[in-house]
């Protein structure tokens, strides 16, 4: 049986795909279930669109106003506003306006999708398209 945990946030990151984070639960945390994280993303900032067949996103927008493209469609989101996006269908978020976005998201399940990120910060910031398309195969996610 798994145990509870209490939530502490974590160190701010940056996220080389924009913004910074704060992780809430790491995947290790929640036996891979689970991935939460706080997203700070600046004015004008946005994860490009793309796919992942792995996992489930949950946005819930915590400050600021955000555009999410899900599939074909976009829409906004603002401070209260929760969002699911299922894997398999093709997505991306952007800051809108002059102010930045706080996001918490859910990713489940979590493992992947940490270990993904993680390894895309140790490229760094001079890791080729290449080399980012590469690693994102590997965990399959594909930016289109």
């Known amino acids: 049986m798994k145990k509870p945990k209490k939530a502490s946030l974590g160190d701010q990151r940056d996220f080389l795909i924009g913004g910074s984070r704060k992780v809430i639960f790491s995947a290790k945390e929640t036996d891979g279930d689970i991935y939460l994280v ?3 993303m600046p004015a004008g900032s946005e994860v490009p669109v793309h796919v992942h067949e792995l996992e489930d996103e949950i946005f819930h927008v ?24 299922p894997r398999g269908v093709k997505h991306g978020i952007k800051t809108i306006g002059s102010s930045k976005a706080r996001v918490l998201n859910y990713v489940i399940p979590g493992k992947n999708f940490e270990d993904f990120f993680e390894k895309l910060n140790e490229l760094g910031s001079s890791a080729s ?8 195969a590997v965990h399959k996610i594909k930016f289109l």
Not at 72 to 77: A, L, Y
Not at 129 to 136: G, I, M, P, V
């Open 38 to 40: 706080e997203g700070i």
């Open 62 to 85: 915590l400050e600021g106003k955000v555009e999410l493209r899900l599939g074909e469609e976009s829409f906004g989101g603002e401070e209260g506003d929760i969002i699911y996006l």
């Open 129 to 136: 398209d290449d080399e980012k398309s590469d690693l994102a």
